[in-house]
């Protein structure tokens, strides 16, 4: 009985791990078509300057529109990717997207333009030899300058081969790009990669805004915000407060110092015509209150 009972659980236990490994193997095909079929586009999302109330930059953000299952999120997709090595073309894929997208808005808008297009960058494009050599290749293609392009990496972007990827940042500092920090705050040597890479800006984790104003953590995270913009400051480091989706959050992280902000709150991710017309809207001129008062009104 007890026998019978083993056998059938590592059966089962088979079978999960089958149907597991089907489904990864169907949406990595399914994802290798869906990118030939150009199924894949981006969104972009405002990140607003807490002092103007203008658009700064926008960040470019991929999305699936898969046939049958709707509009899918980087999360449900790009895991896999990730592990099949399917990121690196993806990552072209994006990088061209946003160049093409940010030389159509600098040939219509010129200076106006909501540029620069933030690209999020995945740790096999950094520990590609021939990385640099790429996006150079998509700016000739497409038009667009690479300071109408910002870099977005994370530690685990630059973890595999940090020496390479330090170098090659530099070296796409120096042909223009901005370079970002992503997610700060929630790795293990962040600090690390403050002092050996050149970081233009740094984008505060999601986590430490969403503890602002929450009655139980807000006096921990007003001190971690407040002194990694301190400590920004002394290394003449912008800093963005990501995933703000209150009022209260927007000006507490604004009291703490954050000259930037992205979230729900100002625009969620969308459409470029839409990021266009806010645009338009917001300008550089009005503050954030001035702005909440004319769009109630
Ligand atoms: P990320 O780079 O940190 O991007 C910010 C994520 O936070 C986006 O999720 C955005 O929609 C979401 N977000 C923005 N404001 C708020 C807010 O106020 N509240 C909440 N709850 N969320 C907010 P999304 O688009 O699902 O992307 C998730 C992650 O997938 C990104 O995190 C990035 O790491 C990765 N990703 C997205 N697009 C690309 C891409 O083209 N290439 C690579 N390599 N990674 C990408
Ligand atoms: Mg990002
Ligand atoms: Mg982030
Ligand atoms: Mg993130």
Not at 151 to 167: G, Y
Not at 238 to 246: I, R, S
């Given at each position: 009985r007890a026998k019978e009972l083993g056998r059938s659980r590592t059966e089962l236990y088979d079978e999960r791990l089958r149907a597991r490994l089907d489904?990864?193997?169907?949406?990595?095909?399914?994802?290798?078509?869906?990118?030939?079929?150009?199924?894949?586009?981006?969104?972009?999302?405002?990140?607003?300057?807490?002092?103007?109330?203008?658009?700064?930059?926008?960040?470019?953000?991929?999305?699936?529109?898969?046939?049958?299952?709707?509009?899918?999120?980087?999360?449900?997709?790009?895991?896999?990717?990730e592990e099949s090595g399917l990121i690196v073309r993806?990552?072209?894929?994006?990088?061209?997207?946003?160049?093409?997208?940010?030389?159509?808005?600098?040939?219509?808008?010129?200076?106006d333009a909501p540029l620069p297009i933030h690209v999020n960058l995945a740790a096999r494009q950094l520990s590609q030899t021939t990385f640099v050599e790429s996006i150079v290749r998509v700016l000739a293609e497409t038009g667009a300058r690479a300071a109408d392009i910002a870099?977005?990496?994370?530690?685990?972007?630059?973890?595999?081969?940090?020496?390479?990827?330090?170098?090659?940042?530099r070296e796409l500092k120096t042909l223009g790009f901005e370079i970002l920090l992503d997610d700060f705050g929630i790795g293990y040597s962040s600090l690390g990669y403050?002092?050996?890479?050149?970081i233009d800006v740094l984008k505060i984790d999601r986590s430490f805004i969403d503890a602002l104003g929450a009655d139980a953590d807000d006096e921990r995270a007003s001190a971690i915000v407040r002194a990694i913009v301190g400590m920004a400051d002394?290394?003449?480091?912008?800093?963005?407060?990501?995933?703000?989706?209150?009022d209260e959050q927007a000006r507490l992280s604004q009291a703490l110092g954050c000259s930037l902000a992205q979230g729900f709150h100002f625009a969620r991710p969308d459409r470029p015509e839409t990021v266009e017309a806010l645009h338009e809207r917001w300008g550089y001129a009005l503050t954030p209150s001035e702005r909440t008062a004319s769009a109630s009104r």
């Open positions: 489904a990864r193997v169907r949406v990595e095909r399914e994802l290798h078509q869906g990118l030939e079929a150009g199924e894949l586009r981006l969104v972009y999302q405002p990140v607003v300057s807490l002092t103007t109330g203008g658009i700064r930059s926008v960040e470019a953000l991929v999305r699936w529109d898969h046939p049958e299952r709707g509009t899918l999120a980087p999360g449900e997709f790009l895991p896999i990717a993806i990552g072209e894929h994006v990088m061209r997207e946003a160049c093409r997208q940010a030389a159509s808005w600098r040939e219509r808008l010129g200076d870099l977005e990496i994370t530690e685990s972007s630059v973890i595999e081969n940090t020496l390479l990827a330090s170098d090659m940042l403050l002092q050996q890479m050149p002394a290394l003449g480091i912008d800093v963005v407060a990501e995933g703000v989706e209150t």
